[in-house]
């Protein structure tokens, strides 16, 4: 498995496990941003960490592909996914501010008139 793949379901998964302490009535839908990390590893047999396999409800010595399958389900059914702005209101994301670009100012100096 990619090194990538591999730091991308940590960062959701840590999401994922922050948006199921919210009150069910008051979560919002999951985000699509799940999506990728739920496909690209649905079929990865290799094993997560038990700390992992913990935090996603799963017993020790599950798969990706059964971590994925966790997200797939929180995932399934939605007919509303939220903006980024939406979700992390509800959600104390530390992910947040990295999607929360600020403009930059812009250096025309590089263009002649």
Known sequence: MHPAARLQFKRVMDEFVLWRAIAEDERPPAPAWWWGPAFELREIDLRLP?????????????????????????????????????????????????????????????FSP
């Open 50 to 110: 038990a700390h992992w396999c913990g935090r996603l409800g799963l017993p020790d010595g599950a798969t990706y592909a059964a971590g994925a399958k966790i997200l797939r389900d929180a995932l399934a059914g939605q007919t509303l996914v939220p903006w980024p702005y939406d979700f992390s209101s509800k959600v104390n994301s530390t992910d947040s501010d990295v999607r929360d670009l600020q403009p930059q100012p812009s250096d025309d100096s590089a």
